[in-house]
């Protein structure tokens, strides 16, 4: 049931944000450049590794040693409305459509993340990964990495269609009011190092 949901409901949402799509992807190839299309490994259900799709919301400015500047220095102003309207992850349902992804699931993180999560954090990977998830509703980038993890593993054991639906419609709430876009300090989250109070896998 949750399949064939993702399944129709990605492609009737493709088909009609077809020229929103269209008009986002124009901005981008002017603003900043292209590639118009972020791509990125990432680990999805049962650890496997896939490629997610995101519109690109940074410039690929370096220091003299040729080094990626902090996001934050990298990050456009089309880039920080596509990021505070998630707008920018649109693209993923393409990654809902194949499979790959589910409207609804804890957020596909780096494939480098994956030695570093705890027995019960790697939990999260026993379902596909979301465009939006349970921790998404409850604080986003604002919650810490052990917060989101605990979110993530509540909602692999306590998963349903009325969930799902539940966190489709407060996801709505959440991005009209653009809430938890950023931790401190930061452009978006800061980079996951693994837990200090838990056993690693």
Excluded at 92 to 111: A, D, I, Q, Y
Aim: overall charge positive.
């Amino acid at each position: 049931m949750k399949r064939l949901f993702d399944f129709l409901f990605s492609a009737l949402l493709l088909c009609l944000l077809f020229f929103p799509l269209l008009l986002i992807m124009l901005f981008v190839a002017v603003k900043i450049g292209r590639p118009i299309f972020f791509k990125q490994q990432r680990v999805g259900h049962l650890n496997n590794f896939f490629t997610i799709i995101k519109f690109r919301t940074m410039t690929d400015a370096r220091d003299s040693s040729g080094n990626f500047l902090p996001d934050e220095k990298r990050m456009t102003r089309l880039g920080s409305f596509l990021r505070s309207s998630s707008l920018d992850e649109l693209p993923e349902l393409w990654n809902v459509l194949k499979g790959e992804m589910s409207l609804v699931g804890p957020r596909p993180l780096l494939v480098e993340y994956l030695p570093l999560y705890s027995r019960e954090q790697v939990r999260r990977h026993e379902v596909r990964p979301g465009v939006t998830g349970w921790a998404q509703i409850n604080g986003r980038n604002a919650l810490s990495w052990e917060e989101k993890f605990k979110l993530d593993v509540w909602y692999v054991d306590n998963r349903s269609m009325l969930l799902d639906i539940k966190i489709l419609w407060l996801t709505v709430r959440k991005v009209l009011l653009r809430d938890g876009i950023s931790a401190a300090g930061e452009a978006t989250m800061p980079r996951f190092t693994g837990s200090l109070t838990e056993p690693k896998q």
